[in-house]
């Protein structure tokens, strides 16, 4: 089993950056992806990227150039850093780790985004 933990949600304004953190614990296959999605109020949940062990990521069309993921592996966490936020990106980001056709998730954390 893996635990994930989120941190870096928040509160900012339009234009602005944060930095999501998940760090996961527990049994760790070596081969894994670990990425983020998104859920906005009324919205469904959609993939915001993701980082496999090996380092091959996939993004959002609408956000690739705003939003980078990145990988610790000695750590086990993953990073999403989200640059000119806007608005729309408002929403409670989930964490998620994946191996062997499981699928951990985070609890989740709130960014909102003011205009």
């Known amino acids: 089993q893996v635990q994930l933990v989120e941190s870096g949600g928040g509160l900012v304004q339009s234009g602005g950056s944060l930095r999501l953190s998940c760090a996961a614990s527990?049994?760790?296959?070596?081969?894994?992806?670990m990425g983020w999605y998104r859920q906005a109020p009324g919205k469904e949940r959609d993939l915001v990227a993701s980082?496999?062990?090996?380092?091959?990521?996939t993004y959002a069309d609408s956000l690739k150039g705003r939003f980078t993921i990145s990988r610790d592996n000695a750590k086990n966490t993953v990073y999403l850093q989200m640059n000119s936020l806007a608005p729309e990106d408002t929403g409670v980001y989930f964490c998620y780790f994946q191996a062997l056709s499981q699928r951990y998730w985070g609890q989740g954390t709130q960014v909102t985004v003011s205009s």
């Open positions: 980082m496999t062990s090996v380092s091959t990521t």
């Open positions: 527990g049994s760790i296959f070596r081969f894994n992806t």
